[in-house]
């Protein structure tokens, strides 16, 4: 293992808007002919290998960002600790993402968005647009004590 700060540069090198040359109208080679092909696929299905959308190489490293910093700081903490340091954050971090009772006024209610999971991540120092704007301006606003009410049937 590196210690890689920056993602390796794996972007592709041609870029294309047709996916394959067999769904395409031989008269106009950049539209899908839905008569020989059907309709093609649908927004809602979904696809494992999906080609990117865009060909710029600072795409594909930003994509790649979040998994190469963990890489290293799991790297750089088994260097320091020893093997088992990032065995045992993995398993607290799975056991807070796992939990039963996620209180929504610590961001249990939104997936990923735990303080649990920033601190155990390392990413409570950060904020980011999501923290801002997280779609919850419309929800009421529950005390933890209310939601301990429920939770108990007091």
Same mark, same amino acid.
């Given at each position: 293992?590196?210690?890689?700060?920056?993602? *390796? @540069?794996?972007?592709?090198?041609?870029?294309?808007?047709?996916?394959?040359?067999?769904?395409?109208?031989?008269?106009?080679?950049?539209?899908?002919?839905?008569?020989?092909?059907?309709?093609?696929?649908?927004?809602?299905?979904?696809?494992?290998?999906?080609?990117?959308?865009?060909?710029?190489?600072?795409? *594909?490293?930003?994509?790649? +960002?979040?998994?190469? !910093?963990? *890489?290293?700081?799991?790297?750089?903490? !088994?260097?320091?600790?020893?093997?088992?340091?990032?065995?045992? !954050?993995?398993?607290?971090?799975?056991?807070?993402?796992?939990?039963? +009772?996620?209180?929504?006024?610590?961001?249990?209610?939104?997936?990923?968005?735990?303080?649990?999971?920033?601190?155990? *991540?390392?990413? @409570? @120092?950060?904020?980011? +647009?999501? @923290?801002?704007?997280?779609?919850?301006?419309?929800?009421?606003?529950?005390?933890?004590?209310?939601?301990?009410?429920?939770?108990?049937?007091?």
């Amino acid at each position: 293992m590196s210690l890689r700060i920056v993602p *390796a @540069d794996n972007h592709h090198k041609t870029f294309t808007h047709i996916a394959s040359r067999e769904n395409v109208a031989p008269s106009a080679p950049g539209l899908h002919d839905t008569l020989r092909a059907g309709v093609g696929p649908s927004a809602f299905t979904l696809a494992e290998n999906k080609a990117p959308t865009s060909s710029h190489p600072l795409e *594909a490293r930003l994509k790649a +960002w979040e998994s190469t !910093r963990e *890489a290293l700081r799991m790297e750089t903490l !088994r260097r320091a600790y020893g093997a088992a340091e990032p065995v045992r !954050r993995q398993m607290e971090l799975k056991i807070t993402r796992e939990g039963e +009772w996620k209180p929504l006024a610590l961001g249990g209610g939104i997936p990923g968005a735990s303080v649990h999971e920033e601190i155990l *991540a390392g990413r @409570d @120092d950060t904020i980011t +647009w999501e @923290d801002v704007f997280a779609g919850e301006e419309s929800r009421p606003l529950v005390g933890v004590h209310e939601e301990m009410e429920r939770k108990l049937k007091m």
